[in-house]
């Protein structure tokens, strides 16, 4: 059965520090994603990779970082966490183009 | 990009029904569409995939158009149940490469008893 983890299901965080939310995935995928979802402005997506140490930017990278060091994680970084950044963040993979991507659990951030 | 819109954040209908759903995009023609199940507090959760050459798709109760022309996708769902309510999400290839994709906000079905 596919999986996709990430590190927490919630987290709270103070404004300034920094975060690091992990993802791994255990199906071989070449392209991970990185997505925040707000309510009202559904999926967005912040960074996506296509190979290991390549990435690239989604349509909200502003404030956010991401790292690919290894095919089966990939880390979103939130160098000074800021209350607007306080969200769902879902992490995904897919195998190839036009193939669907398998989502993981979500974690829910809260910025104080 | 894309801008992709789901009508009416939210529908309600009696068990049984057959629940439409519709996906609007505008600017050029995606090579797929796909569709997601979202449960509250969980990820999306894929559907079904329909591709640009396909008019029509099926998967058990579940039934997705695809009309390049009106640029518009319906999501059926037959013979409703309640244990089909959840978000539905309908997503589009973003700008051709079928590397990323766009995601519309979603809408809300409740299946009453």
């Known amino acids: 059965d596919v999986k996709v983890t990430q590190s927490s299901r919630y987290l709270v965080k103070r404004t300034g520090e920094k975060v690091f939310l992990e993802c791994v995935q255990d199906?071989?995928?070449?392209?991970m994603f990185w997505y925040r979802q707000d309510p009202g402005l559904g999926l967005r997506l912040i960074y996506f990779s296509y190979d290991v140490k390549m990435k690239e930017k989604g349509d909200i990278p502003e404030g956010y970082s991401v790292s690919r060091e290894k095919k089966e994680r990939f880390s979103l970084i939130l160098e000074s966490a800021s209350t607007n950044q306080t969200s769902m963040y879902l992490c995904a993979s897919s195998g190839s183009s036009y193939n669907e991507q398998f989502f993981g659990p979500g974690t829910r951030l809260t910025v104080l | 990009s894309q801008k992709i819109e789901q009508n009416s954040e939210a529908l309600n209908i009696q068990e049984g029904k057959t629940a439409t759903l519709t996906c609007n995009y505008t600017?050029?023609?995606?090579?797929?569409l796909q569709w997601y199940r979202q449960d509250p507090g969980r990820g999306p959760v894929f559907l079904l995939l329909?591709?640009?050459?396909?008019k029509e798709k099926r998967k058990e109760r579940l039934k997705v158009t695809f009309d390049t022309t009106l640029k518009q996708s319906l999501f059926h769902i037959t013979a409703s149940q309640p244990a089909d309510s959840a978000t539905y999400l309908c997503?589009?290839?973003?700008?051709?490469?079928?590397?990323?994709?766009?995601f519309g906000s979603g809408t809300q079905l409740t299946v009453l008893p």
């Open positions: 199906m071989d995928h070449e392209n």
């Open positions: 600017n050029y023609s995606p090579a797929y």
């Open positions: 997503a589009l290839d973003t700008d051709g490469s079928a590397r990323q994709l766009t």
């Open positions: 329909i591709r640009e050459n396909e």
